[in-house]
C-alpha cells in the first residue's frame, strides 16, 4: 500500500526557511508528479505547487518567490522549501500525488493538469516569535 | 487566477437526507478538469471525484459529480453518518489550481 508522510520542523521563528520533506513508501517516486497544498488552522486549502521526477516544477504565483520544489529519486522523497516565513505561513502542510491528466501550453511553458489521489497526514508548522 | 466559490457555506443536515453542494468557477472550464474532496477534522482530504463526474476508487456510488462551464455539484443521494464533513471542489483546467473555501455538512 503506498503511504506518504510529511518530516520537519514543528515550530520556527519568523524570517527563518522552512524545509519539509515527504517520503513515499510501497511505490517509487518515478514517472508521477507531486505537490504541496497547506491549510491554515480553520481555513481552506492552497495548493503550493508540483514537482516531478525529473525536477520539472510549477509554482503558485502568490509564493513563488520563496518556494522551492525538488524530488529524489534515490530516495524516494520529494521536498519543500518555503524562505523568510511568516506567522501567515502557520499552517497544515500536506504532500500529495498528483494523477496527471495532460498538460497545456500557456506563456511560453507547458503545464500540467492534475488531481490529488493520495494525500500524506499533514504536518503542522507554527510560526511564531 | 480561477476563482471557485462553494455554496451554501454550511448545511445542516439529518441521516437519510439528500444534499447538493455547489461549486462556481468564475471561468469556464470546457473540459470539466473538477475534483470533489471530502474532509474530516484533523484528517487529510480525501479525492470522491474527478473529471466533474468520475467516482475515484472507493467513492460510494451515493455520491454523483455534474456539471460543465462553470457550475459543478455534488449531490449525495441519501446522508450516512460518515458522511458529515467539509467538501472541497478543485479545478485543475488552469495553473494555479485553486480550492472552493469548502461546504461544511454538519448534523441538525
Known amino acids: 500500500q503506498v503511504q506518504l508522510q510529511e518530516s520537519g520542523p514543528g515550530l520556527m521563528k519568523p524570517s527563518e526557511t522552512l524545509s519539509l520533506t515527504c517520503s513515499l513508501s510501497g511505490g517509487s517516486i518515478g514517472i508521477d508528479y507531486w505537490s504541496w497544498i497547506r491549510q491554515p488552522p480553520g481555513k481552506g486549502l492552497e495548493w503550493i505547487g508540483y514537482?516531478?521526477?525529473?525536477?520539472?516544477?510549477n509554482y503558485n504565483p502568490s509564493l513563488k518567490s520563496r518556494v522551492t520544489m525538488s524530488a529524489d529519486t534515490s530516495k524516494d522523497n520529494f521536498s519543500l522549501t518555503l524562505r523568510f516565513v511568516t506567522a501567515a505561513d502557520t499552517a497544515v502542510y500536506y504532500c500529495?500525488?498528483?494523477?496527471?491528466?495532460?498538460?497545456?501550453?500557456?506563456?511560453?511553458?507547458?503545464?500540467?493538469?492534475?488531481?490529488?489521489?493520495?494525500w500524506g497526514p499533514g504536518i503542522l508548522v507554527t510560526v511564531s516569535s | 487566477e480561477i476563482v471557485l466559490t462553494q455554496s451554501p457555506g454550511t448545511l445542516s443536515l439529518s441521516p437519510g437526507d439528500r444534499v447538493t453542494l455547489s461549486c462556481r468557477a468564475s471561468q469556464t472550464m470546457i473540459s470539466g478538469f473538477l475534483a470533489w474532496y471530502q474532509q474530516k477534522p484533523g484528517q487529510a482530504p480525501r479525492l470522491l471525484i474527478y473529471?466533474?463526474?468520475n467516482r475515484a476508487s472507493g467513492t460510494p456510488d451515493r455520491f454523483v459529480g455534474s456539471g460543465s462551464g462553470t457550475d459543478f455539484t455534488l449531490t449525495i443521494s441519501r446522508l450516512e453518518p460518515e458522511d458529515f464533513a467539509v467538501y472541497y471542489c478543485q479545478q485543475y483546467h488552469k495553473s494555479p489550481w485553486t480550492f472552493g473555501q469548502g461546504t461544511k455538512v454538519e448534523i441538525k
Open positions: 500529495a500525488r498528483v494523477v496527471p491528466t495532460g498538460d497545456y501550453y500557456d506563456s511560453g511553458y507547458y503545464l500540467q493538469r492534475g488531481y490529488f489521489d493520495l
Open positions: 473529471s466533474a463526474l
Open positions: 514537482v516531478n521526477y525529473m525536477g520539472l516544477t
